[in-house]
């Protein structure tokens, strides 16, 4: 039926928002049950993506470090040899 919201895991039942309550059932994905679940996943996943966006910024810097530090001993040398 048009407007019946079921859990994304178990298929409960979980209302329908064009009978009850629409604000309270448009967003809703996960029955009570499930729900922990499903937010702690979700958070293992951001979790993870944001641990690997840090640590590619992380390599970034240090190449930029050890770019740097190349030249400024070139640059060194420059001026030790004048």
């Known amino acids: 039926m048009r407007g019946d919201r079921f ?4 298929g409960k039942y979980l209302g329908n928002y064009m009978i009850d309550d629409f604000y ?9 049950d499930c729900r922990p679940k499903a937010y702690s996943d ?9 641990r ?12 930029q470090i050890s770019l ?3 030249e400024n ?10």
């Open 24 to 32: 309270s059932l448009i967003r809703k994905k996960y029955c009570d």
């Open 73 to 82: 001993a070139a640059l060194r040398r420059m001026l030790d040899k004048k």
């Open 68 to 70: 740097l530090k190349a």
């Open 42 to 50: 979700i958070n293992m996943l951001r979790q993870e993506r944001y």
């Open 7 to 10: 859990c994304m895991m178990c």
């Open 52 to 63: 690997k966006s840090k640590r590619k910024v992380i390599d970034l810097q240090k190449e």
